[in-house]
């Protein structure tokens, strides 16, 4: 189990860091582009992102179901569980909310002005803080958690 308590603190920490850097560090950088540049790197991020994400999503699920059901007789099982629903939740609000905006922004082609996409990825960028600060409180039960079972 020791191996799984690493594995799941370190994907579920890698994409937290992942996300907190696309709304920290990359996003503001972009803003700073002229508007041709910024459509061009907002699209292509859209995309590669949108393509490696679910599979993140779903493995960190994984790792966090299988830390609830193994400890499903100890103390820490409620915490675990709210970490993994919380989890579960961030990938449907994803789905449901954010993946049709990033669809939308990955999809605009590079000649459409900036004024007419600006709009859905700042409404986007909004949405992912909640969708961060989710993913921290997850995290933060699950690391909470395991360092309780020590």
Known sequence: MHLLDILAILATGLMVGNELAVSLFVNPALWQLDATAQVRAISLLARSLGRAMPFWYAFCLILLIAETVLRHNQPVFLPLLAATSLWAA?????????????????????????????????????????????????MLLLINSLLATR
């Open 90 to 138: 961030v990938i449907v609000f994803t789905i449901v909310v954010l993946v049709p905006i990033n669809n939308r922004v990955a999809s605009l082609p590079t000649s459409v002005p900036l004024a007419d996409w600006l709009p859905a990825h700042k409404g986007w960028d909004k949405l992912h803080r909640l969708r961060i600060l989710l993913l921290i409180l997850a």
